[in-house]
C-alpha cells in the first residue's frame, strides 16, 4: 500500500522561505511523476508543481520563479523549496502521484488513490 508523509509546513513571514518533503512507501519513486498539490481556503485543490520521472518539472504561473520541486529517488522523498512566500501560498500542501493534463501533458489516469494528512503552510504579511 502506497503511503505519503508531507512535512515541513509552519508559520512564517511574507517574504521568507520554507522547505517541504514528501516521503513515499510502498513505490519506487523513480518510477513516478509526482506533483504538490495546495488546497487554500474556500478553493479546491490545485497542481502547483510536478516533477516528471525523467527529471522534468512544471510550475502553476503562481510560484514559478519562486518554489522548486526536486527529488531523492534513492530516499524516496521528493521536496519543495518555497522561497519569497507571500500571503495567497497559505494553505494546506500535498503530494500524490501526478494524473491527468497538465501544461499539455498526460501523466496518466491515476493517483495514489488517497491522500496523506497534507502539511500546513501559513504566510503572515
Known amino acids: 500500500q502506497v503511503q505519503v508523509v508531507e512535512s515541513g509546513g509552519g508559520l512564517v513571514q511574507a517574504g521568507g522561505s520554507l522547505r517541504l518533503s514528501c516521503r513515499v512507501s510502498?513505490?519506487?519513486?523513480?518510477?513516478?511523476?509526482m506533483a504538490w498539490h495546495r488546497q487554500t481556503p474556500g478553493n479546491q485543490r490545485e497542481i502547483v508543481a510536478i516533477t516528471q520521472l525523467n527529471g522534468m518539472t512544471y510550475y502553476a504561473d503562481s510560484v514559478k520563479d519562486r518554489f522548486t520541486i526536486s527529488r531523492n529517488n534513492t530516499g524516496n522523498t521528493i521536496y519543495f523549496q518555497m522561497n519569497n512566500l507571500n500571503s495567497e501560498d497559505t494553505g494546506v500542501y500535498y503530494c500524490n502521484k501526478a494524473s491527468g493534463w497538465y501544461q499539455g501533458i498526460w501523466f496518466g489516469d491515476r493517483d495514489f488513490g488517497s491522500w496523506g494528512q497534507g502539511t500546513q503552510v501559513t504566510v503572515s504579511s
Open positions: 510502498g513505490v519506487r519513486l523513480r518510477e513516478i511523476s
